[in-house]
């Protein structure tokens, strides 16, 4: 089983930044995919950024040239590096692990408020 631990949301006015962390635990030899998705409030949970094992990255057009994702497979934490914040980025951002080829794992989420 993979565990997964967020950390680095809070309150940020427009035009500010933030770094979210997110770091695994347990069966880390079998996680091939992570990425970060966001859940607004009365909205559906929403693809933000994912990157491969191999750091090959994709992205949501809505963040595109604002967030990036990154990784480092030593420590076992993606990060996602978040510039121009937008009041439109509020939301609750969960980190997501892809581990034995199809389980998935979701960390407990980090709010993350932009301010306008």
């Known amino acids: 089983q993979v565990q997964l631990v967020e950390s680095g949301g809070g309150l940020v006015q427009a035009g500010g930044s933030l770094r979210l962390s997110c770091t695994a635990s347990?069966?880390?030899?079998?996680?091939?995919?992570m990425g970060w998705y966001r859940q607004a409030p009365g909205k559906q949970r929403e693809l933000v950024a994912t990157i491969t094992r191999g750091h090959s990255t994709n992205y949501a057009g809505s963040v595109k040239g604002r967030f990036t994702i990154s990784r480092d497979n030593a420590l076992n934490t993606v990060y996602l590096q978040m510039s121009s914040l937008k009041p439109e980025d509020t939301a609750v951002y969960y980190c997501?692990?892809?581990?034995?080829?199809?389980?998935?794992?979701w960390g407990q989420g980090t709010q993350v408020t932009v301010s306008s």
């Open positions: 347990g069966s880390i030899f079998s996680i091939s995919d």
């Open positions: 997501n692990a892809i581990s034995g080829g199809y389980i998935t794992t």
